[in-house]
């Protein structure tokens, strides 16, 4: 189990350059932003989103890891929640998970493509979670990278749309959140993250 505490808030490596960036600097929204390789059932922080299926009763991936760690009881309680739209998300307890809550979103289904409707679609995924979060008085959130596994979102697509969405969230909501966690599973992806970031959270 990693308490908040032993996540460490990103830092560009030396000499990584933030030359694309289209946002200005700002190290109070830097404080907020991890990037975390491993797995996010682990986490000890207010809200792990799952990138479940529309039936929310349970999966491969992500969504099988955080229902056998979870255990039983958090089944239970999606059943009752109807299932989840594309882009849409709903909150339930973590019951054995060192996390207080699950926000379980649904990406979109791509497949390797990406058109206007896939985009807007995971943009969504993003928002609503962070707006469940904020409802929900939850100031600590981590993500995995919801539609890239079996979903088939291209995932060097689907960092920008993360990234976009999260940078404009914290503008937006400064006093909401106190921690974004970007909990990515391969290596491929901590690389592409890595690469990214000072895009979206540029250092001075
Ligand atoms: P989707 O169906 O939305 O594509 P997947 O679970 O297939 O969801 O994959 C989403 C991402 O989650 C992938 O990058 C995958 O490597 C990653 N992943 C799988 N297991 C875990 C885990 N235990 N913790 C964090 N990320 C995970």
Redesign the pocket.
Same mark, same amino acid.
């Given at each position: 189990v990693l308490p908040l505490s032993q996540i460490p808030v990103w830092t560009p490596s030396a000499g990584q350059t933030t030359g694309e960036t289209c946002y200005q600097v700002n190290e109070v929204l830097n404080s907020k932003i991890s990037l975390f390789r +491993?797995?996010?059932?682990k986490l000890e922080v207010d809200a792990i989103v799952n990138?479940a299926?529309k039936t929310l009763l349970g *999966? *491969?991936? &992500?969504?099988g890891? #955080?229902h056998r760690g979870a255990g039983p009881l958090l089944k239970k309680e999606c059943a009752t929640l109807g299932g989840c739209d594309t882009g849409q998300a709903k909150i339930t307890g973590a019951y054995g998970l060192p996390a207080k809550y699950v926000i379980h979103t649904v990406?979109p289904i791509a497949q390797g493509v990406v058109g206007d409707r896939e985009r807007e679609e995971l943009r969504n995924c993003y928002r609503n979670c962070l707006d469940t979060a904020t409802q929900n008085q939850l100031r600590t959130v981590a993500f995995?990278? #919801?539609?890239?596994? &079996? =979903? +088939? =979102?291209p995932?060097d697509k689907a960092v920008d749309v993360a990234l976009t969405v999260v940078r404009e969230y914290l503008e937006k909501h400064p006093a909401q959140l106190d921690r974004v966690i970007f909990? &990515?599973?391969?290596k491929s992806?901590e690389d592409l993250y890595q690469d990214r970031l000072p895009r979206y959270f540029p250092h001075a």
């Open positions: +491993g797995d996010i059932t990138a299926n *999966g *491969g991936g &992500v969504d890891s #955080i990406g995995p990278c #919801i539609s890239t596994g &079996v =979903y +088939g =979102y995932p909990c &990515v599973f391969l992806d």
